[in-house]
């Protein structure tokens, strides 16, 4: 089938990390990414995005400024005309290392915090550094350069949105994203000590409009809802092969960051293969491109070009079928596997991340 | 909407032309413009203000300015509430 445009490129540029969130989205098996592409691969991949119509780079990982070509690569992307988005936890923004990015052109920085007070943070971080994170917001603020600030939200810390709020307003930031946590990778593994209750989920809903109503447009507050708790799946990706490319750091390449969990397909890597030929031709890329490939109830359903069926490594993860209509979807024959897990009341010790690495 | 504010996209946002369309880049996206309201974010350089921008588009499509004043608060207002301008 034809290939839509492209849009969006993120490039993992490394899956190393010194902190340790239980929520890590990485995969368990993150050691297997050791062999990083080099300075000029990346910048290679960021040249064949551009020809292909993206207009916007996302780089994280891992910790993208673990990378010291990073500078190089931001450069090569905004040369490109590229929008380029740093997905960081800040905690190595020194002055040089900001400077440097801000001077390649980086239009746009994400700054996550695990919790807003530090004793929280840190530990759910695994390590200190909280501290230094605070300074790296205070340095980007006085850049000219746009900031966000993320906080990952789970049942550890969900009760505290009304303190995350507040501190993102001490500090005058204009862009708070509140992102419920997504069950990938580490947070699969921990899922049942991160699912929020139900009732954090509604408190929280509660918190954030009040917020939203208070502070009107002097901040943009993103606060999404785990879809577990809607009726309805979100658009992943705004479908399968649409519009999003990722680069995992070896240059295994995936139409989304969660989709190497997914097994049963086949791996193709841009070191092998040109991306022009990965994003039209690969067996990968169209397995679920467009509505042919979909089941019932997704095939009659009036909302399939509105969310596409939902996630494909969520109904991997869960059913065993990357095909399946995502079982979060209330239609979805597989929907109790979600509700059991979502309504389970058994609260578990989180694993942090890097407990693996013994193996 | 006051008509004298000068209008300023917020840190962070790009406007991006190419040959067959506009988009504004903002760090969660892209918005596609359509021909107007790529006309409408051309004019916002953080110099000059509503009132004059529709006197802008109103000669440039030659068009009444109520129509244009019209068109454009709907955008720029829709601009504004998701924090493109600063
Ligand atoms: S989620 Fe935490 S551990 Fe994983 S890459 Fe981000 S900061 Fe590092
Ligand atoms: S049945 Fe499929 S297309 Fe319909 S709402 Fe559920 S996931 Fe979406």
Redesign the pocket.
């Known amino acids: 089938m034809n290939a839509p445009r492209p849009l969006s490129l993120l490039c993992e540029l490394t899956y190393r990390c010194n902190l340790q969130c239980p929520y890590c989205y990485n995969p368990l098996d993150y050691h297997a990414y050791r062999d990083e592409l080099t300075e000029d691969e990346w910048k290679r991949v960021v040249r064949e995005a551009a020809e292909l119509g993206v207009v916007q780079l996302h780089l994280s990982g891992g910790e993208p400024t673990l990378r010291r070509d990073l500078a190089g690569i931001v450069r090569e992307a905004s040369t490109s005309r590229m929008y380029v988005n740093l997905i960081t936890q800040g905690t190595f923004l020194d002055e040089t290392a900001l400077d440097g990015l801000v001077d390649a052109g980086l239009a746009h920085v994400q700054i996550s915090i695990q919790a807003p007070e530090e004793e929280l943070a840190d530990r759910i971080a695994g390590t200190r550094v909280h501290q230094r994170k605070l300074e790296a917001i205070e340095r980007v603020l006085q850049r000219n350069v746009a900031l966000t600030i993320n906080c990952v939200l789970h049942r550890v810390n969900h009760d505290r949105i009304a303190d995350v709020i507040a501190f993102a307003e001490r500090y005058g930031v204009r862009r708070l994203e509140l992102a419920n946590v997504q069950f990938y990778g580490w947070a699969y593994r921990n899922r049942l000590a991160l699912m929020p209750t139900r009732a954090q989920v509604e408190r929280g809903m509660q918190v954030v409009e009040d917020a939203r109503r208070r502070l009107g447009d002097r901040m943009q507050i993103t606060y999404v809802l785990p879809d577990y708790f809607e009726e309805?799946?979100k658009p992943c990706m705004l479908g399968w092969g649409n519009a999003f490319i990722t680069v995992a750091p070896d240059g295994r390449t995936l139409p989304c960051p969660a989709a190497a969990a997914i097994t049963t397909l086949p791996r193709v890597n841009v070191r092998d293969v040109p991306l022009r030929e990965i994003w039209e031709d690969s067996q990968l890329f169209n397995a679920y491109r467009g509505t042919g490939w979909m089941p019932e109830?997704?095939r009659m359903?009036d909302?399939?070009e509105i969310?596409f069926?939902?996630c494909r490594c969520q109904a991997f993860l869960l059913t065993g079928d990357a095909g399946a209509?995502?079982p979060a979807?209330r239609?979805?024959p597989d929907h109790d596997l979600v509700v059991a897990w979502r309504d389970g009341r058994d609260v578990l010790p989180f694993a942090p991340r890097i407990v693996e690495k013994a193996h | 909407m006051i008509e004298t504010e000068r209008l300023c996209f917020a840190r962070g946002v790009v406007l991006r032309e190419e040959d067959e369309a506009s988009l504004l880049l903002v760090p969660e996206g892209a918005i596609f413009l359509n021909g107007t309201a790529a006309a409408i974010a051309n004019l916002i350089d953080g110099k000059r203000t509503f009132a004059e921008i529709v006197e802008v588009l109103s000669e440039q499509f030659s068009e009444e300015r109520e129509r244009v004043a019209a068109d454009a608060r709907e955008f720029i207002e829709r601009l504004r509430a998701s924090g493109v301008l600063a």
């Open positions: 309805y799946p109830p997704c359903c909302r399939r969310d069926g939902g209509t995502d979807c239609l979805s």
